[in-house]
């Protein structure tokens, strides 16, 4: 399949073939067919491009996908707190908290490999995705809990943890939610 692009100058070129595709979503192509439409009527300088044979996109994003990306993050966040906790962790008040960060960094890999293999056997179960959506959601609300607990502003050192639970909530609550609609 090749990929034509063709300039033009004159809008009435570009609206006749592009008028089935514009009407198609007319909230999303609203601004492009009021414009067309305009200079149509009132003829002004300008170039336009239609592009022929749509290119669609590389990567669709899934529920699968989402629990893969989430599941393999997991587990790398896993293995480096594994392998330095004491460089990954802040100690508070002179109290190393090794052995919960040793915990986390167990959590997280378990979580990981979870998902990888649901993802790896989605085919065979395909509730096991939406299942593994479900704990990392699970697990990412209970981070952002314990991230938000002591208030917006008492820790700073809590709002990177705090923003990464809330984009993997949102994430695998929609991967949880899209998956059950197969």
């Known amino acids: 399949m090749t990929t034509v692009v063709r300039a033009l100058e004159d809008p009435g070129e570009v609206l006749a073939p592009a008028a089935a595709f514009l009407s ?6 609203n601004l492009v ?7 149509v009527g009132n003829p002004a300088p300008g170039r336009y491009w239609i592009v022929n044979n749509y290119v669609r996109p590389m990567v669709h994003v899934s529920s699968r996908l989402v629990v893969g990306t989430f599941a393999a993050t997991r587990v790398a966040i896993g293995v480096a707190f594994a392998l330095a906790p ?3 962790n802040t100690p508070s008040e002179g ?5 919960m960060t040793r915990s986390f960094a167990v959590r997280e890999i378990v979580l990981g490999i979870g998902g990888l293999a649901a993802v790896t056997h989605a085919d065979r ?3 096991a ?3 593994w959506a479900g704990l990392g959601a699970l697990t990412d609300a ?3 809990a314990a991230s938000l607990a002591g208030g917006p502003g008492s820790n700073p050192a809590a709002r990177l943890p705090a923003l990464t639970a809330a984009i993997g909530l949102a994430f ?3 991967a949880w939610s899209v998956s059950g609609q197969a």
Do not use: A, F
């Open 24 to 29: 198609s979503d007319p909230v999303r192509h």
């Open 33 to 39: 067919r009021t414009i067309l439409h305009d200079r």
């Open 86 to 88: 004491d460089r990954l």
């Open 95 to 99: 109290y190393n908290d090794t052995l």
């Open 125 to 127: 179960d395909p509730s």
């Open 129 to 131: 995705v939406r299942t």
């Open 142 to 144: 209970g981070d952002l």
């Open 172 to 174: 695998e609550l929609w």
